[in-house]
Nanobody
């Protein structure tokens, strides 16, 4: 079965850096869109970044120029490099696999989700 396992979360100071990873298994990795989402307490889940099967990336305006999504298809792993994080980036971060033919920053475009990894940014 499809499994997505995030890691790399933790506490970081504003202006620092953090790299999240998502190990995928149970399907042919690289054939689908992959994405990172986040949800802060009391807020709706929001799309952070997505990468399609050809490597095209899309970012939320709030993270453009600071976060980078990438993947290593030889290791079935998705990454999110977070540079210069801000306190408002604090949230639970989830990776997700896209539905066939979809690659948008919307939750409805994704069919499998990981359990999440917590990121806390202090000022």
């Amino acid at each position: 079965q499809v499994q997505l396992v995030e890691s790399g979360g933790g506490s970081v100071q504003a202006g620092g850096s953090l790299r999240l990873s998502c190990a995928a298994s149970g399907y042919t990795y690289g054939s689908r869109c992959m994405g990172w989402f986040r949800q802060a307490p009391g807020k709706e889940r929001e799309g952070v970044a997505v990468i399609d099967s050809r490597g095209k990336t899309t970012y939320a305006d709030s993270v453009k120029g600071r976060f980078t999504i990438s993947q290593d298809t030889s290791k079935n792993t998705l990454f999110l490099q977070m540079n210069s994080p801000k306190p408002e980036d604090s949230a639970m971060y989830y990776c997700a696999r896209g539905r066939w033919g979809f690659c948008f920053l919307t939750s409805a475009s994704f069919d499998y989700w990981g359990q999440g990894t917590q990121v806390t940014v202090s000022s």
